[in-house]
C-alpha cells in the first residue's frame, strides 16, 4: 500500500524539523524553566512604559528599537492661569539614534516634521487628537496643545531653549550624554483629563562596532548583539567598564561568523527539503498511474 502524498509530506517535514532541532540546539540549549508566575522581570518591562517621577531612578540602556515611558525630572506651570504645563522626562542613555513615534495619553501624535535632535516641534493640523479649538473661548480657532524638543543626549548637548522660557531652567541644565523629551502642554479639556502620560519609541544607544580587521568604527546604530554587549562591557558610565584590551574582539567576531553561517546552513538545508519533497511527490503521482 503506498502512502498518500499528505502522509510523504509530514514525513518529510517531521524529518526536516529533527534536523533544524538538532542544529539550533548547540546554538541555544532547550532548558525546562518553571513558572513561577510574575517575575521582576516582568514587572520591569510593564514599568519601561510608565510616567515616573524622581531624582534618582535608574535610566535605561536602550540597544535597538523599543517603546518606553520615562522618568519626569521636572514638572512645572506657567501662565496667567497656569495653562501650561512644562516637562522634562528622561528616556535612556545617550546617545540615540532617533525618535520614531510620539504617544500621549496612548494617542499617536502627528507632528509638523521630523523628531530632529534639539529641534522645536508643533502637532500638525491633521491630528485630530491634539491639534483643537479651546472649547471654553468662544470662536476660537484650532490650535497645537503640544510643543515637543527633543534631545538626542550627546555629551556636549545645549540646554532645553523650550524649558529655558521658566526661570527655573537655566543654562547649566543640559542634562548632558542623557536623551530626554521637553514638552509643553497647553490645558485643552477636550485633550487632558490630568497630567499627559508620555512614550516615545526610539531607536536606541549609537555604539562603536568592528570591521574585519578590528579597525573600530564610528559610533552608529546597531542592532548587532555581539557590539551590543561589547559596549556594555567597556563603557565606564553605565556598564562594566572592562578595558577593551581586555576582552577578546577576535572571539565576538568569531561569533558573529559562526552564527551568519548556521543560518546559511540552516537556509539551504530547507532548499533541499523543499526540492526532496517536490521530487516525491512528482513521483507518487506517476506512480499512481502505473
Not at 276 to 282: G, Q, R, S, Y
Request: a negative charge.
Amino acid at each position: 500500500m503506498c502512502d498518500s502524498p499528505g502522509d510523504i509530506i509530514d514525513d518529510a517535514l517531521d524529518f526536516f524539523g529533527d534536523v533544524v532541532d538538532f542544529a539550533i540546539g548547540w546554538l541555544k540549549p532547550d532548558i525546562d524553566i518553571p513558572d513561577f508566575g510574575t517575575t521582576d522581570f516582568d514587572n520591569t518591562e510593564k514599568g519601561i512604559l510608565v510616567n515616573k517621577q524622581s531624582n534618582d531612578a535608574s535610566i535605561p540602556i536602550v540597544y535597538g528599537e523599543r517603546l518606553l515611558g520615562g522618568t519626569r525630572v521636572f514638572l512645572e506651570t506657567s501662565g496667567t492661569t497656569n495653562q501650561y504645563l512644562y516637562v522634562a522626562l528622561v528616556m535612556a542613555e545617550g546617545e540615540i539614534n532617533s525618535i520614531e513615534e510620539i504617544r500621549v495619553d496612548d494617542k499617536v501624535v502627528t507632528f509638523d516634521g521630523a523628531l530632529s535632535d534639539n529641534t522645536q516641534r508643533e502637532v500638525a493640523s491633521s491630528d485630530s487628537n491634539f491639534y483643537k479649538a479651546d472649547p471654553t473661548v468662544e470662536d476660537s480657532s484650532a490650535e497645537s496643545v503640544i510643543r515637543i524638543e527633543p534631545h538626542f543626549g550627546t555629551d556636549g548637548q545645549s540646554a532645553s531653549s523650550l524649558l529655558s522660557t521658566l526661570s527655573s531652567w537655566g543654562s547649566n541644565h543640559k542634562l548632558s550624554g542623557i536623551a530626554y523629551l521637553a514638552v509643553r502642554f497647553k490645558w485643552n479639556q477636550d485633550c487632558f483629563s490630568g497630567i499627559p502620560k508620555i512614550q516615545a519609541k526610539i531607536k536606541g544607544k549609537k555604539i562603536e562596532s568592528y570591521n574585519s580587521s578590528l579597525i573600530a568604527q564610528t559610533a552608529a546604530y546597531s542592532t548587532n548583539p555581539a557590539f551590543c554587549i561589547l559596549d556594555f562591557l567597556t563603557n565606564e558610565r553605565y556598564g562594566k567598564g572592562i578595558p577593551l584590551a581586555d576582552i577578546d574582539l577576535l572571539y565576538l567576531m568569531f561569533l558573529k561568523i559562526h552564527e551568519y553561517h548556521q543560518l546559511i546552513f540552516l537556509h539551504k538545508q530547507l532548499v533541499l527539503m523543499q526540492e526532496n519533497i517536490t521530487w516525491l511527490l512528482k513521483q507518487q503521482e506517476v506512480h499512481q498511474w502505473l
